[in-house]
């Protein structure tokens, strides 16, 4: 299997996992009672400020999405491979930390679902950084 493939079998992968985020924070941001699974859980209906955050959340879950799968040479819409790689490997460390923070989270919900989901998510931008 080449590195190019792999690349884009963990790109594919990580992309669902965005969209699947993307949708879980409209979810939030629409007002829908989630908010003990995020935001370190402490509210079930989340107040207006984290509603807003949620809802901007959206928008960077769809940019790492269009990015790594650019990366991985799936699709082609930004144009820009600066741009690009530089996304991916913001997000890879991004959700590293997040792994790392997920796993403090007082939110038991956060800490046995997210901390693995942000894991596999690093993890996947690191090999698609570094493959292709």
Same mark, same amino acid.
Do not use: D
């Given at each position: 299997?080449?590195?190019?493939?792999?690349?884009?079998?963990?790109?594919?992968?990580?992309?669902?996992?965005?969209?699947?985020?993307?949708?879980?924070?409209?979810?939030?941001?629409?007002?829908?009672?989630?908010?003990?699974?995020?935001?370190?859980?402490?509210?079930?209906? %989340?107040? /207006?400020? *984290?509603?807003?955050? !949620?809802?901007?959340? +959206?928008?960077?879950?769809?940019?790492?999405?269009? $990015?790594? =799968?650019?990366?991985?040479?799936?699709?082609?819409?930004?144009?820009?491979?600066?741009?690009?790689?530089?996304?991916?490997?913001?997000?890879?460390?991004?959700?590293? %930390?997040? /792994?790392? *923070?997920?796993?403090? !989270?007082?939110?038991? +919900?956060?800490?046995?679902?997210?901390?693995?989901? $942000?894991? =596999?998510?690093?993890?996947?931008?690191?090999?698609?950084?570094?493959?292709?």
């Amino acid at each position: 299997m080449t590195e190019l493939l792999i690349a884009q079998i963990f790109a594919f992968t990580a992309s669902i996992g965005f969209i699947g985020l993307a949708v879980f924070q409209f979810l939030l941001a629409i007002g829908k009672p989630y908010g003990k699974s995020a935001w370190g859980g402490k509210y079930e209906t %989340l107040p /207006t400020s *984290l509603r807003i955050a !949620s809802a901007a959340s +959206i928008i960077i879950f769809v940019t790492i999405t269009i $990015s790594i =799968l650019e990366k991985a040479h799936i699709i082609l819409v930004i144009h820009n491979t600066t741009f690009v790689t530089y996304v991916v490997w913001v997000f890879a460390f991004y959700f590293l %930390l997040n /792994t790392f *923070l997920n796993l403090i !989270s007082k939110s038991k +919900i956060e800490k046995v679902i997210m901390t693995p989901v $942000s894991f =596999l998510l690093s993890l996947s931008c690191f090999i698609v950084s570094m493959l292709s």
